[in-house]
């Protein structure tokens, strides 16, 4: 079976930018989560899709916007980036949700100039 | 709130030694779901395990054991006799068990295994 398969892998923008990053789940799986992982914050969630619908969201600014189709692969979009919004992007694919097992996928790394 | 406390942020140890990471958590759910992820330098996270807050039962798998005590809030993990491939970040993570509800993570540890 194949994993979560993160696109691009690495990217560089820069400030002011928006960026849309992709995520295609495991098969069969319908829950996909984002994550943010920095060196001074740790890994923080951004948000979860399930069945194409925005099931809850982190705490970050409205500039972090995702969504999910119905083949459940899932973009999500930062506009107007910033310096702080440098980070590794990791998506996260499960049967249900983060109750369940979740598997990550290589995750993208975004560095803002 | 919940919260999930790894308050090792590095250990390093030799080859063949034992080592446990501790975990500590927050919740005021009856019901939640703890989890340990490594993270290797590669960068992707590999789930190890999960347990629900009803199975006390401690675990093995092959080198690998975990202790789940509720009664302090504890989740620790243990390596026996660890290799210089167990060298990663290690976190654990706690989630509710609301539909949607968020994966929370501590903040890691990173473990050095010397030869």
């Known amino acids: 079976k194949a994993g979560v398969t993160q696109t691009p892998r690495y990217l560089i923008k820069t400030r002011g930018q928006q960026v849309t990053l992709s995520c295609s789940p495991i098969?069969?799986?319908?829950?996909v989560s984002w994550y943010q992982q920095t060196p001074g914050q740790g890994l923080q969630f951004l948000f979860e899709?399930?069945?194409?619908?925005?099931?809850n969201k982190g705490n970050f600014p409205g500039r972090f916007s995702g969504r999910q189709f119905s083949n459940s692969r899932s973009e999500m979009n930062v506009s107007t980036l910033e310096l702080g919004d440098s980070a590794l992007y990791l998506c996260?694919?499960?049967?249900?949700?983060?109750?369940?097992?979740?598997?990550f996928g290589p995750g993208t790394r975004l560095t803002v100039t | 709130a919940q919260k999930v406390t790894q308050a090792q942020t590095e250990i390093s140890v030799v080859e063949k030694e034992d080592v446990t990471l501790d975990c500590v958590y927050e919740?005021?759910?009856?019901?939640?779901?703890l989890f340990w992820y490594k993270q290797p330098p590669s960068g992707e996270l590999v789930f190890l395990i999960r347990?629900?807050?009803?199975?006390?039962q401690n675990e093995i798998s092959g080198r690998y054991s975990w202790n789940f005590q509720k009664s302090t809030s504890s989740f620790n993990f243990t390596i026996t006799a660890s290799q210089v491939v167990d060298s990663a970040v290690y976190f654990c993570?706690?989630?509710?068990?609301?539909?949607?509800?968020?994966?929370?993570f501590g903040k890691g540890t990173t473990l050095s295994v010397s030869s």
């Open positions: 996260a694919s499960s049967l249900m949700g983060s109750q369940y097992e979740q598997y």
């Open positions: 098969s069969g799986h319908r829950s």
């Open positions: 899709y399930f069945s194409e619908t925005q099931r």
């Open positions: 919740t005021r759910d009856t019901t939640y779901y």
């Open positions: 347990r629900n807050s009803f199975d006390e």
């Open positions: 993570a706690l989630s509710g068990n609301q539909a949607g509800t968020a994966l929370i």
